[in-house]
């Protein structure tokens, strides 16, 4: 999927991230980056709001999760099942999350799970980065049901 559709599937799908103008970045087999500005972003404080850098992480890392099943020819729910954030600084600025596979080399393991059981878990987690600098961490389980009889 190019960067222009992953961005209109967000927006369209989950208008929260069209309302938080969140932008795709850049795509890899093994990452997804999404931006997002401070001004619908902002809190009381004048920084980014907590709600909004845990959901530009949640976002960037259920990307990654659909974008590999999409590449696998699976047709596929993928739903968080729980998340863990931690804060490290305030943002005062545009801000990004980054995504990973918490343990890369289970994805083998994940995909044949999910093609024998049709439900499979897995752990991703996303750096939220402001300034080159890591502002916070993010990491999530989401679990991926297959659509096909």
Not at 11 to 28: F, K, R
Request: proline share 6%; net charge neutral; glycine share 6%.
């Amino acid at each position: 999927m190019e960067i222009a559709a992953l961005e209109q599937y967000l927006h369209h799908q989950i208008p929260l991230s069209a309302a938080m103008n969140v932008t795709v970045s850049g795509t890899t087999p093994d990452s997804v980056i999404l931006g997002a500005p401070l001004e619908p972003n902002i809190n009381h404080k004048s920084t980014a709001f907590g709600g909004s850098l845990s959901t530009l992480g949640i976002l960037a890392a259920w990307s990654l999760v659909h974008l590999r099943l999409l590449d696998e020819g699976e047709d596929c729910e993928v739903v968080i099942q729980s998340n863990q954030m931690e804060y490290h600084k305030p943002v005062v600025g545009p801000f990004i999350a980054r995504s990973a596979l918490a343990v890369p080399t289970i994805w083998p393991t994940f995909v044949k799970t999910l093609r024998r059981r049709k439900l499979a878990r897995i752990e991703v987690y996303s750096e939220i980065i402001f300034n080159e600098d890591i502002v916070g961490k993010l990491t999530g389980r989401f679990v991926a049901f297959l659509q096909k009889p």
